[in-house]
């Protein structure tokens, strides 16, 4: 059983919902990774969301866009981003970390060597934004056998014969993007998405994460709410992006805190 179906298992148990906090390798800085993941941990964070960084990352907004420009003049790439979690697995063994990212990195490295290396890194999930399902066949068989779940994401406009190919190939959890457009999107709806969830869950018994437009604890309450994990990204990133070096640490950590009443709120 992987460290992420343990994690919703014992969530599930105590009565909670999952907190998946995402951030971008390599920034601000190489130095600042390691550190970032203790934090968010230690400000309540179930699951880590750790991007990748690229030079085309389509489903990102500019925020996020900014982060990998920053980590990739960093020189922060796909290899450096598994010595991170190596690094954070000496001393957490417990925390599951899911990598985000785009193909291109890993068909270079090859998806069976990635793949190793990943599961002796301590990697948990990969959710490949360009990879869907349909096109999945072979990828996500190498990311099982290597104990790697292989993580999908669903849309407001998913129909359900495709959430029905992506509960076939899924691993871990799915991830439901509430809105229609990139990262960092507003105008969160959580009556549509609840509707939207329903119709998951009618199809796929994984648990259901959701993220785009969660921005604060009431956001993130609201969405708990209705789903088994919130996942929240640009919003972390811009405090990353605006805080003073010397504060980036502890302005997450606050921030995180705050997500995480928001989200611990909804099941009291």
Avoid: W
């Amino acid at each position: 059983m992987s460290r992420i179906t343990i994690t919703f298992d014992k969530l599930k148990g105590a009565g909670k919902k999952a907190l998946i906090p995402f951030i971008t390798a390599g920034d601000p800085g190489k130095g600042y990774t390691v550190p970032l993941m203790h934090a968010l941990v230690e400000a309540g964070a179930d699951i880590i969301e750790l991007g990748v960084p690229f030079s085309d990352p389509m489903a990102d907004g500019p925020v996020i866009q900014r982060a990998s420009e920053r980590a990739l003049a960093n020189k922060v790439g796909l290899k450096d981003v598994l010595v991170m979690v190596a690094e954070f697995r000496r001393t957490n063994t417990g925390t599951p970390v899911v990598l985000m990212g785009y193909a291109n990195p890993i068909e270079r490295m090859g998806y069976e060597a990635f793949a190793q290396e990943a599961k002796a890194a301590g990697v948990d999930g990969v959710l490949t934004v360009d990879i869907p399902p349909e096109e999945s066949n072979g990828v996500a068989d190498v990311f099982k056998a290597n104990d790697l779940d292989p993580i999908f994401l669903l849309s407001p406009t998913t129909p359900e014969s495709r959430v029905e190919q992506v509960a076939k190939a899924a691993g871990g959890f799915v991830y439901y993007v509430s809105l229609k457009g990139v990262t960092g999107a507003a105008n969160l709806d959580t009556d549509e998405v609840a509707k939207k969830i329903a119709m998951i869950r009618g199809h796929c018994a994984l648990p259901v994460g959701v993220g785009f437009g969660i921005r604060d604890a009431q956001t993130a309450e609201a969405v708990a709410r209705i789903a088994d994990a919130v996942v929240v990204g640009s919003r972390i990133v811009n405090e990353i992006e605006t805080a003073p070096e010397n504060e980036v640490v502890n302005r997450v950590k606050y921030l995180v805190v705050t997500l995480r009443r928001g989200v611990d709120a909804a099941t009291k």
